[in-house]
Nanobody, 124 residues
Framework: QVQLVESGGGLVQAGGSLRLSCAASGSIFSINAMGWYRQAPGKQRELVAVITSGGSTKYADSVKGRFTISRDNAKNTVYLQMNSLKPEDTGVYYC??????????????????WGEGTLVTVSS
């Protein structure tokens, strides 16, 4: 099993920045891809960004150029740097990890392991 713990959420004004962190523990040898998802009130959970063990990244169109996903394998941690935040970025952000190799279309909706989530609120 893999445990994921997110941190770094909070309240920020539009145009501001936040950095989310997600620390993995447990059976971390099984982790390949890691990602960030978000769920806005009344909406379905959506993929924000994914990074594979090889460092390849994929972003939702809505965050390209504003968000950056990165990982520190030595610390078993994945980050999401969020800049130029907009009110529509508000939601609960979830860290996720998967044992699959490379990129999979399944990652648009699901991964093997999930954190509890951290709330990001962007005020206008």
């Amino acid at each position: 099993q893999v445990q994921l713990v997110e941190s770094g959420g909070g309240l920020v004004q539009a145009g501001g920045s936040l950095r989310l962190s997600c620390a993995a523990s447990g059976s971390i040898f099984s982790i390949n891809a890691m990602g960030w998802y978000r769920q806005a009130p009344g909406k379905q959970r959506e993929l924000v960004a994914v990074i594979t063990s090889g460092g390849s990244t994929k972003y939702a169109d809505s965050v390209k150029g504003r968000f950056t996903i990165s990982r520190d394998n030595a610390k078993n941690t994945v980050y999401l740097q969020m800049n130029s935040l907009k009110p529509e970025d508000t939601g609960v952000y979830y860290c996720a990890a998967d044992s699959g190799t490379g990129w999979s279309p399944r990652y648009y909706r699901d991964m093997d392991y999930w954190g509890e989530g951290t709330l990001v609120t962007v005020s206008s």
